[in-house]
């Protein structure tokens, strides 16, 4: 290996550990709409159904985001497009 491979790599290490802060993101939105939801059914507990179904539909959403910072980071770190 020389300079240029080992800075690719190095720089690849980077690339994917900032990626996986993408998770961190999505992390605190879903324990907050967690948390609004509970203090909803809290209020009303007839409508414990449409607060949870509406809830799980948005974090599921949140969660593409650090989906797809832990896929950059797997394709950065093991897929090597730049060495030859």
Not at 12 to 33: E, F, K, W
Request: charge should be negative; glycine fraction near 16%.
């Amino acid at each position: 290996m020389n300079f240029d491979e080992n800075f690719i790599l190095g720089c690849s290490a980077i690339g994917a550990g900032l990626a996986v802060i993408a998770g961190i993101g999505p992390g605190v939105g879903q324990g907050i709409a967690a948390g609004h939801a509970a203090a909803a059914v809290g209020r009303n507990p007839g409508a414990k159904s449409d607060i949870t179904t509406t809830m799980i539909t948005g974090q599921a959403v949140a969660e593409t985001t650090g989906l797809y910072g832990l896929l950059v980071a797997i394709l950065l770190l093991f897929v090597k497009p730049l060495l030859w």
